[in-house]
C-alpha cells in the first residue's frame, strides 16, 4: 500500500520542466508559437523537443506591424489535430490547477 502511495506521490511531482507537460497530458494547453500565433487545444503528445500533437485547436495569428504601421487585426482558425514543431515553440502554459 505504501508503494503505491509513493508511486502515485512521484507521477504527480514536477521535478523538470518536461514533468509540468508529462502532466498536462489530455488537457487543454496554451502554446504560444513564433510568428505572433497563439494555439489552445488538447494535449494528446509530446516529447523531448517539445513537438507535439494537439486536438481540437483554435490558432489565432495576431499580425502586429506591417510597413511600420500597427495592425491589430487577429485571425481564428479551428484545426482538428496539428502537429507542432517544438523548435517554434516559445510558451507552454499548462491548465490552471486547484489544490
Not at 23 to 38: A, F, G, H, P, T
Amino acid at each position: 500500500m505504501a508503494d503505491d502511495k509513493d508511486q502515485q506521490q512521484t507521477t504527480n511531482t514536477v521535478e523538470e520542466p518536461l514533468d509540468l507537460i508529462r502532466l498536462s497530458l489530455d488537457e487543454c494547453i496554451y502554446v504560444k508559437m513564433r510568428n505572433d500565433r497563439e494555439l489552445q487545444g488538447r494535449l494528446h503528445a509530446y516529447e523531448q523537443h517539445l513537438n507535439k500533437i494537439l486536438g481540437d485547436v483554435e490558432e489565432t495569428v495576431s499580425p502586429t506591424e506591417i510597413d511600420e504601421e500597427k495592425i491589430y487585426k487577429s485571425t481564428k482558425q479551428n484545426i482538428p489535430i496539428p502537429f507542432v514543431q517544438g523548435d517554434g515553440v516559445v510558451l507552454v502554459t499548462p491548465p490552471l490547477r486547484v489544490s
